[in-house]
């Protein structure tokens, strides 16, 4: 075990037991898709004796322009991911936009994940807490994180029995992001679990094109050094052809690299 100090002179034990890894494509685009990145998972789960969360969206409402693909919708992409579940044994996150869509993803998933932009949205953040699922709050490109106690104060009190935050960088400028990884240590002071989401903040969000930008070669750097901060998880958005991808293709990580990656995180 290691030691280490953050805000308020907190100390934080960090054991050698395994970080939370949530891995996935970005958004469901096809069954075979879903096939391929979960067997994967299970094969470094079986390799390394990590729990990896299966994660993937059936929506991306908030999607640049208004041809973006969205992915299948709530009803078939819950089917779709309860699949993924019963095929593979694998733990399920999945983001919600609004309010009514907690209840039935709750059904299916067992972490539901409120948007960057969404999370000071009262009554999404109270209706998935209620659902008693593990609720992951990911922090606004516009907040630092010591404002993270608010969203986390609401779902408490809505009776969420397990909160997770996680870090994704802030805007700079017009057009892209800028990662402060004492983020990390303030929001550990927030709640035990702190996650970096290692590929969107490699985002460069221009709109180029009606489409975000990013560069995959910083993951790695961006998961080495939230280690170093204290993260006690990683997110990463991962497909075997990143560059087909059908959302957020710039900064998904290839699959295969993510074996190499996970053993680094667990040194």
Aim: net charge neutral; proline share 4%; charged share 25%.
């Amino acid at each position: 075990m290691y030691t280490f100090a953050c805000q308020n002179t907190y100390l934080y034990i960090i054991s050698m037991t395994q970080p939370k890894i949530i891995a996935g494509p970005c958004v469901i685009e096809t069954a075979e898709l879903l096939d391929t990145v979960a067997r994967k998972l299970v094969d470094i789960n079986r390799k390394l004796g990590t729990d990896i969360i299966f994660k993937a969206s059936f929506d991306k409402a908030n999607r640049t322009s208004i041809s973006s693909f969205r992915g299948p919708g709530l009803e078939k992409g819950l089917q779709m991911l309860a699949d993924v579940k019963s095929k593979y044994g694998l733990r399920l996150l999945t983001d919600i936009h609004e309010a009514w869509q907690a209840a039935p993803a709750a059904e299916v998933v067992d972490v539901l994940q409120i948007p960057a932009f969404l999370c000071r949205q009262t009554d999404l953040l109270l209706a998935a807490a209620r659902t008693g699922k593990t609720v992951n709050i990911k922090k606004a490109q516009f907040l630092c994180g010591r404002d993270m106690r608010y969203p986390v104060e609401k779902a408490r009190d809505a009776g969420a029995k397990e909160v997770w935050l996680t870090e994704r960088g802030n805007m700079m400028g017009y057009g892209n992001l800028v990662v402060d990884f004492r983020n990390i240590c303030d929001m550990l002071d927030v709640v035990p679990t702190v996650i970096m989401d290692c590929t969107h903040s490699v985002q460069r969000p221009d709109a180029k094109d009606g489409k975000t930008g990013g560069d995959r070669r910083f993951v790695p750097m961006m998961a080495l050094a939230a280690k170093a901060f204290g993260a006690t998880g990683y997110f990463f958005e991962v497909h075997p052809t990143p560059d087909e991808g059908l959302s957020d293709a710039a900064n998904m990580l290839e699959l295969d690299k993510l074996e190499d990656l996970v053993k680094q995180l667990l040194k």
